[in-house]
Structures are given as C-alpha cells and as structure tokens.
C-alpha cells in the first residue's frame, strides 16, 4: 500500500474550509468539467488559510468541482467526518548518553457541506539521559482547532476509478515546557506558536482509492466515479526506522456522504 505522505506535494497558496483538509497534489489522469463562480467563505483568524476566490469550475448537472487548492475539488458537495492518529517514538539506551521522544497527533475534522472544523491534540514529549540519570525533559502540548483544508478528487487510473481525499487541521498555540533538572535555572514555560492547516507535505492523505462505478458521471469524460463514503488506512509511519530505535504508526479514518 502507498504511504499515507508522498515526498512530493505541491505547496498549497491559501485556503480554508470548504476547502479544508486533505491533499493537494493533483490527480493523473482525471477529468475536469466546465462551469461558474462560487465564492467560499472567509477564514476566521490566523490559523486558517485565507481562501481563494477565483472563478470555479462546475460541470453540467449539481455535481461540479470547484477550482480551489486544487484544480477539481469536489469537496462543496460532501459532509461527514475524517480522523487520525499519528504516533513516532525514538527509543534510548537510557544507561548511554542518549534522548527518547514521542510525537502523538489525533484529530478530527468534521464535515458539513463541505466545511472541515477540527478538533484534537498534539503533544511531544522528550527526556535525555546520561547513564540512568536523567538530565532534561521537555513537553509541547497543542490542540488542534478551527477550520481545516479539505480537498476530494476524482480520476481514472489504467481504466478503473478512484477517488483521493486530503486533509489537514490548524494547530493552535499551546504551550512548551523544559525542565533542567541538572542547572534548574535553565528551566522555562513559553508560548508555543500556532500551525496553520495547509497540503505542504505532511497532511493526512488516502492516497488513490479504488471506487466502484455508479449512476453518476463526469461530464467531460465518460468516466463512472464512486463516493468516497467509508474508509480506513493503518500503516506504519514513514519516518519509522526499527534499526536506529524509532517505531510509528499512522491511522486514518473517513466517512464522508455526498450531499443531495
């Protein structure tokens, strides 16, 4: 199965919402149909992406695209919800000079007529040793929250169709801790700078999924495209290296209902 990241993205320009999470490499092989404007709602603070409000593509029939982060996106016309869980680890040989660390992401985007709001939280927490002493320890806590980027594609590959899915959650300010437990005065609390939600690399992303064909068809191809309604994805993550310690995993759940 492919990676739920690909080391190639296209860097996103701006968008939120409606246009909230999920992918925004495009799709080979897809069709796009013509048509109107739509005009997607504003960003509501700085953790969102400002939008973009260009002229939108919207095929014959209710069921179009629209040209926003992503040359096709039809993700105006679905409501639903995408989770995930992503976990790394580094371990350590606390008897040597070494730093054990974990990363544990979850989130949620729940959407209604295509727009993502998220919640969830991210914490990374990491503690260095020197021969079963320990020396520091740090945390970063955050929650994710507001309005999230959210991209769904439609394509055909080698005759068959498929749909892909992208999506990313703003991370909002949290806080970063570091206790020196060997020079205390060295210690500190700060303020942990907020994330805005983007498709820059490291956003949730269900890859090429295989659709089975039904009634509906793309205006400009005749292609047979199906919803992306139910699906799920556990995987290893990709930064894991079982040889030098580190161990993650990464699971993403969608379920996701076209609009009437």
Not at 80 to 102: F, K, M, N, Y
Request: net charge neutral.
């Amino acid at each position: 199965m492919r990676p739920l990241f690909s080391a190639r993205r296209s860097v996103v320009a701006g968008m939120v919402l409606v246009v909230p999470v999920m992918a925004a490499a495009g799709f080979a092989g897809a069709s796009h149909p013509p048509g109107p404007v739509v005009v997607s709602p504003p960003p509501h603070d700085s953790g969102s992406i400002p939008l973009r409000t260009e002229p939108q593509q919207r095929g014959t029939g209710s069921f179009g695209c629209r040209a926003n982060i992503v040359h096709c996106n039809y993700s105006d016309h679905y409501s639903g919800s995408i989770s995930w869980v992503r976990r790394l680890a580094v371990a350590a040989d606390r008897t040597q000079s070494a730093t054990e660390s974990e990363v544990v992401e979850a989130a949620t985007m729940e959407v209604t007529d295509g727009v993502g709001v998220c919640t969830g939280t991210y914490e990374r927490r990491s503690t260095t040793w020197l021969s079963g002493k320990k020396l520091s320890a740090s945390q970063q806590s955050a929650v994710f929250g507001n309005y999230g980027v959210l991209t769904i594609e439609f394509g055909s590959e080698s005759g068959r169709p498929y749909y892909q899915v992208k999506a990313s959650c703003p991370r909002l300010g949290g806080t970063d801790t570091y206790d020196d437990f060997i020079t205390p005065e060295n210690s500190y609390t700060k303020l942990l700078a907020g994330k805005p939600a983007k498709l820059s690399g490291d956003e949730m992303d269900t890859n090429r999924w295989p659709g089975l064909p039904e009634d509906e068809t793309l205006a400009s191809a005749n292609l047979k495209i199906a919803d992306p309604r139910t699906g799920s994805v556990t995987q290893e993550h990709p930064d894991a290296d079982v040889t030098n310690k580190v161990v993650g995993s990464i699971q993403l759940k969608w379920s996701l209902k076209r609009l009437k």
